[in-house]
């Protein structure tokens, strides 16, 4: 079974509809983040959490919005889409004094 | 201001013609400079971690090694199935936690 899970793993909307992209992890690691990737740009951070009370924005959080509902789900939300942010994401999760990060499968996101 | 730059951007092999990749970064502080491969449509995949210059890991037919100033992962003999982005990116000691990824390297290694 895989450590680190996204849904959807596809998913096409239209412009201005809210979306919410969400992560489930069983590492049982604390630190969760959010990425978007696109062709030639690599991974950009768009926030990050290092523990349920703790919420950071990354360098590109514009447009979206965060939720950490418990130290295993981490839900990454589109207010109002629009088509710039198709890309694919990615959710990592990291134990708290460890550095590496491990990433889920992905969500290929399509804004129309 | 912390930035990853990987080198090329596209490198093509015969199976078995031994190569490099290089990471090249500029970083306040490095606490550690990561190796990752991504294979189309999955998400990145751990490889290796290094902390200071000199240090080197293995696995399989992939070394990687650091200097103060870049990475490279060698891959020695390579075979079709090591065809993959391989990414870089750098951990800052004073901002744990956030990593910055450089663009990727896409190896493609033909039988």
């Known amino acids: ?16 509809k809210r979306i919410m992209l969400e992560c489930s992890q069983t590492k049982g690691h604390d630190r969760m983040y959010w990425y978007r990737q696109d062709p030639g740009l690599g991974l ?5 959490s290092f523990d349920v009370k703790d919420i950071n924005k990354g360098e590109i959080s514009d447009g979206y ?17 629009i088509p710039n942010q198709t890309a694919l994401y990615f959710c990592a999760t990291s134990r708290t004094g460890g550095d590496t990060q491990y990433f889920g499968p992905g969500t290929r996101l399509t804004v129309l | 201001e ?30 550690g400079l990561f190796w990752y491969r991504q294979d189309p449509g999955k998400g990145p995949e751990f490889l290796f971690t290094l902390y200071s210059a000199g240090e080197e890991k293995e696995k399989e037919r992939l070394k990687a090694t650091l200097t103060k100033k870049e990475s490279f992962l060698h891959i020695t003999a390579p075979k079709p199935e090591d065809s993959a982005t391989y990414l870089c990116a750098v951990q ?4 744990t936690g956030k990593l910055i990824f450089g663009q990727g390297t896409t190896l493609q290694v033909k039988p």
């Open chain 1, 44 to 48: 950009r951070l768009i926030y990050y």
């Open chain 2, 92 to 95: 800052a000691t004073s901002n």
């Open chain 2, 2 to 31: 912390d930035q990853v730059t990987q080198s090329p951007e596209a490198l093509r092999l015969q199976e078995g013609e031994s190569s490099s990749l290089n990471c090249s970064y500029t970083v306040s502080g490095l606490r």
């Open chain 1, 1 to 16: 079974d895989a450590d680190v899970t996204q849904t959807p793993r596809n998913r096409i909307t239209k412009t201005g």
């Open chain 1, 65 to 81: 919005s965060v939720s950490r509902q418990a130290q295993a789900k981490f839900s990454l939300s589109l207010e109002s889409a």
